[in-house]
């Protein structure tokens, strides 16, 4: 007669034919207990042994547990979970998820952003770029359970507003994403890909960014208002952004400052307060980005207004100049910096410098320049200005 083999978990027992010093044959099975000492069950049939040999194997796996003293149901329940043969991590999903809090969708909202308030640093367009993406979520599904809302209903809350550009779409679509991530780290939801993780992305296309030409950039260069001139070089040939010369005045943020600027040894500091991203980042200037800032040091970095703002009917310098150029071409002179300083030393190089990551300077603002555009580019001087 053959022997069988019984596995639950890492658990093995064998059952195998045993004949009792009376004579009569039974079958048998042989385990170790909490101390050590080795244990044995027996049974008439074979059958009958292979049952009881593998509920001890799942008793041993889980633990001694007692089942007798539970309602059936309970049984039945401990039983079906038993058989699925789990680990301590299911069940302390299990535990996570009875614990787990209900909240409606408005409420978390509030909170996120009550949160996000509270830690956005110096720059709070972060904060208003996820307040109005999120408002309109929280008029259609802010009544609803977070742990209710599906897919199917985020798609379709997306595809109301087929309205708006597909990157305004894709915008929101990131915001609800970003809030949802924040909602499975506070355990409002699965610890898993969440549903707005899984939502359609938009389909966008990435548009080659606007720039200048040398040529167009020297007629700005002959055109522009002696107080506006440090702007336009320090964006044009070193990719400074507005923001971080002319910095919303709620924002917090510190102005790029005359002390920033070390004309002697060619290098140019961004503080963490006055960029962007919060990070510090040095930039070794162009020798035709010396020569312009010596040209006007003294005067003022920033003015009574920003380059691109109308006030007291007059235009905006951006608007006046950009008229001797077909019409002003928003963040072109940063995107000519990043596209003709990678033809030069590279889109690593580029990037770094106007403190963006490689990938991010790849998709948005490198427009491929031969190395003689480059050239020309930085070349333009200031004795050039006629």
């Known amino acids: 007669m053959q022997g069988k083999k019984i596995k639950v978990g890492t658990v093995s027992l064998t059952v195998y034919p045993w004949r009792h ?20 069950g027996t049974r008439a049939t074979k059958q009958d042994a292979i049952t009881a040999a593998r509920a001890k194997a799942l008793e041993i796996h889980n633990g001694t547990l007692d089942l007798s003293e539970m309602t059936p149901e309970r049984r039945s329940l401990v039983a079906a979970f038993l ?39 110096r720059s709070p367009r972060n904060l208003m770029t996820l307040r109005k993406n999120l408002t309109p979520l929280v008029a259609d599904l802010g009544s609803v359970k977070l742990d209710q809302i599906t897919v199917t209903e985020l798609d379709a809350w997306l595809s ?13 679509r990131a915001s609800v994403v ?26 966008t296309e990435r548009k080659v960014p606007l720039t200048y030409t040398p040529e167009e950039m020297q007629i700005l260069l002959d055109a522009v208002q002696p107080h506006y001139l440090p ?3 320090l964006a044009g040939f070193a990719g400074i952004r507005n923001e971080e010369m002319h910095p919303v005045p709620t924002s917090r943020k510190s102005p790029l400052l005359w002390s920033d600027i ?24 162009r020798p035709n980005l010396r020569a312009w800032l010596n040209k006007c040091e003294g005067s003022q970095l920033g003015h009574h207004k920003p380059p691109d703002k109308t ?8 608007k006046r100049i950009g008229k001797l150029v077909g019409g002003w071409r928003r963040n072109a002179l940063r995107d000519s910096f990043i596209s003709y300083r990678a033809a030069q030393a590279g889109i690593a190089r580029a990037a770094m410098e106007a403190g963006n990551s490689e990938s991010e300077a790849k998709k948005s603002y490198h427009d491929a320049k ?9 070349s333009l001087m200031p004795q050039e200005r006629g």
């Open 21 to 40: 010093p009376s004579g009569r044959d039974y079958w048998r099975w042989a385990w170790y207990d909490t101390n050590g000492k080795r244990r044995y």
């Open 83 to 121: 058989a699925l043969d789990p680990t301590w991590s299911h069940i302390e999903t299990l535990r996570r998820i009875a614990a787990r809090k209900s909240v409606l969708l408005a409420d978390a909202v509030t909170e996120f952003l009550e949160i996000k308030a509270a830690n956005q640093g």
């Open 160 to 172: 109301q507003i087929r309205h708006l550009a597909a990157r305004t779409r894709q915008n929101r």
């Open 178 to 203: 970003t809030f949802w991530r924040w909602c499975r780290a506070r355990d409002y939801v699965p610890d898993r890909t969440t549903e707005a993780e899984k939502m359609a992305k938009p389909i």
């Open 231 to 233: 702007w336009l070089v």
């Open 262 to 285: 070390d004309l002697q040894r060619g290098l140019l500091t961004i503080r963490p307060e006055t960029s962007k991203t919060g990070q510090r980042r040095v930039i070794e200037m």
């Open 311 to 318: 006030r007291h009917g007059e235009d905006a310098e951006t």
């Open 370 to 378: 031969s190395q003689e555009d480059g050239e020309a580019w930085f």
